[in-house]
């Protein structure tokens, strides 16, 4: 049974840092590419970062450039978001996805999510 659990989210001021965790279970991580989005109350789910298999290509939304950090540590299953000088606009549930192929077939899994709240 394919598994993803974020941890990590929680009640930053502005200007602080977190650092999620996505941990992977049921599939061969390793050749999954990673992502995480998220979405604020009322809004549309947005693509924050994604990372590819190998972790040597990533990608950001131009909201996030330079302040996040999506990594991936491939011997422990795990996919990391360094979240830093946070702004109230990053307050939202925070999900990550694998998405791989498996006998021809694409196959996309969403983990559950963590909050992440930017206030003073």
């Known amino acids: 049974q394919v598994q993803l659990v974020e941890s990590g989210g929680g009640l930053v001021q502005p200007g602080g840092s977190l650092r999620l965790s996505c941990a992977a279970s049921?599939?061969?991580?390793?050749?999954?590419?990673m992502s995480w989005y998220r979405q604020a109350r009322g809004k549309e789910r947005e693509l924050v970062a994604d990372?590819?298999?190998?972790?040597?290509?990533?990608n950001y939304a131009d909201s996030v450039k330079g302040r996040f950090t999506i990594s991936r540590d491939n011997a422990k299953n795990t996919m990391y978001l360094q979240m830093n000088s946070l702004k109230p606009e990053d307050t939202a549930n925070y999900h990550c996805?694998?998405?791989?192929?498996?006998?021809?077939?694409?196959?996309?899994?969403w983990g559950q999510g963590t909050q992440v709240t930017v206030s003073s």
């Open positions: 049921g599939f061969t991580f390793s050749v999954a590419t």
């Open positions: 996805s694998a998405t791989y192929l498996s006998s021809l077939t694409r196959y996309t899994h």
């Open positions: 990372i590819s298999s190998g972790g040597g290509n990533t």
